[in-house]
């Protein structure tokens, strides 16, 4: 699908499971924290919501932002991603990262990937003094058990005159189904579209993902 104009179509894309192969608050917390698992568990029963998550799994952590990046360093990113991201730049396509994870770590690693000015609407972690401190500026009480609300920021697109495709992989993705114009999904995200009976493409990677949009 190439789209009428120029600037027709919006990517949003989640980052854990979908640009980085790796689920990095799993990541972070397998290493990090004392309670480990704990409070993410619960989140994935729903018992809890993702800024409960976080603030009381890293309330647990004692280790300093340097400890932490030295592990970032080893994280890859999908090795298609660049040429995908390349792709809606050249059609002058918009694109952002939609994370219900934090900004600090996809900046990090996008970086960390020679990946620069990539537009990221995710949760915030501030490193004050040896403490964290978080912020959640893209919360909405549409979606209350989320930090970020990933159908919000797909309509801001809309409400542009954009088509907004979005492609994730996980519950935080499960708000979008039903609104986002076009859906790639795998995993969980996947089956929840099925189970909902909306029309979704199943990717495996950014490649797939490419090469399926524009066959679209
Ligand atoms: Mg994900």
Redesign the pocket.
């Known amino acids: 699908m190439t789209g009428d104009g120029e600037g027709r179509f919006a990517f949003l894309c989640?980052?854990?499971?979908?640009v980085c192969p790796t689920q990095m608050m799993d990541f972070l917390y397998q290493r990090f924290a004392a309670c480990g698992m704990e409070f993410a568990e619960r989140w994935g029963r729903g018992e809890i919501s993702t800024q409960e998550e976080i603030v009381s799994t890293f309330d647990t952590v004692s280790a300093s932002r340097e400890e932490m990046e030295a592990a970032l360093d080893t994280i890859e990113i999908d090795p298609h991603f660049p040429a995908f991201l390349q792709f809606c730049r050249n059609h002058n396509y918009s694109f952002a990262i939609v994370s219900d994870g934090l900004e600090w770590y996809i900046d990090y690693i996008l970086t960390k990937h020679d990946i620069y000015g990539v537009d990221i609407y995710a949760n915030q972690i501030h490193f004050e003094d040896g403490e964290f401190r978080f912020e959640f500026p893209w919360y909405d009480d549409e979606t209350p058990m989320r930090g970020v609300c990933k159908p919000m920021i797909v309509r801001r697109y809309q409400e542009r005159g954009e088509v907004v495709v979005y492609a994730?992989?996980?519950m935080?993705?499960f708000e979008v189904v039903g609104v986002a114009d076009l859906i790639f999904a795998r995993r969980k995200l996947a089956r929840f579209a099925r189970e909902q009976g909306v029309d979704f493409t199943e990717f495996s990677d950014c490649r797939d993902l490419l090469e399926k949009w524009q066959a679209l």
């Open positions: 989640d980052f854990d499971g979908t994730g992989d996980g935080s993705d």
